[in-house]
């Protein structure tokens, strides 16, 4: 079974600082995992994934997320914020013969000038 | 090519009435996923297919809803009767196969109002 807990509903920081959103994950097979952003009145679109490569991934707009086995987690982050980046962030997993992903519950991140 | 096409985009209807939403999913992908979105729940898987077989509908909510899928590039799910707490977005992804490293694609959603 996979499961997903993304850590606060709501993020808020301010223009130019760093954006950090928390993930963890529980997986009995090697994860695949996803982050995706949904913009106001949009559908959900790939962010950047984990394919068992490189720890580290880079996604588009600048964000990152590292995969950490030792803490089953898959932080995104972002060293500098801007007003475009609010949105709604959804972190999933999958993994080998998964039937489907599956979503955390998300997360908001708002953007103060 | 065009990703997964949702129709329509916004639907308003009066309560009772019967509500048909339609997907065309990625052509070559043979998974097709139908999800609801709401403020109180968040994204819920409703029923999924697997070469237009339907796999998992386990999250319909009753059987007022129903989805089919007569082919590869055709999916709708419909709400007879429909109720004001059906009221939400629905969104339809596909994907060429899952247990893998490719994610899904999503389309743009409808919006369903029920008055």
């Known amino acids: 079974a996979q499961s997903v807990t993304q850590l606060g509903s709501h993020v808020s920081v301010s223009e130019g600082a760093l954006v950090l959103l928390r993930c963890n994950y529980s997986?009995?097979?090697?994860?695949?995992l996803f982050w995706y952003v949904q913009y106001p009145n949009q559908g959900l679109q790939l962010l950047l994934k984990?394919?068992?490569?490189?720890?580290l991934v880079k996604g588009i707009n600048g964000f990152e997320a590292e995969f950490k086995k030792s803490e089953t987690s898959f932080h995104l982050t972002k060293p500098s914020a801007h007003m475009s980046d609010a949105a709604e962030y959804f972190c999933?997993?999958?993994?080998?013969?998964?039937?489907?992903?599956?979503f955390g519950q998300g997360t908001r991140l708002t953007i103060n000038p | 090519d065009a990703g997964v096409i949702q129709s329509p985009r916004h639907e308003v209807t009066e309560m009772g009435q019967e509500v048909t939403l339609r997907c065309k999913p990625i052509?070559?992908?043979?998974?097709l996923f139908w999800y609801r979105q709401t403020m109180m729940r968040g994204l819920e898987l409703l029923i999924y297919?697997?070469?237009?077989?339907?796999?998992?509908d386990s999250g319909m909510p009753e059987d007022r809803f129903s989805a089919k899928m007569p082919n590869a590039s055709f999916s709708t799910l419909k709400i007879q009767p429909s109720e004001p707490r059906d009221s939400a977005v629905y969104f339809c992804?596909?994907?060429?196969?899952?247990?893998?490293?490719?994610?899904?694609?999503f389309g743009s959603g409808t919006r369903l109002t029920v008055v």
């Open positions: 992804a596909s994907s060429p196969r899952t247990g893998t490293n490719y994610g899904y694609t």
């Open positions: 997986s009995s097979v090697p994860p695949y």
């Open positions: 984990y394919t068992s490569a490189a720890t």
């Open positions: 999933a997993v999958s993994g080998w013969a998964a039937q489907k992903l599956v």
């Open positions: 052509s070559g992908h043979d998974y």
């Open positions: 297919f697997n070469n237009n077989v339907p796999i998992d």
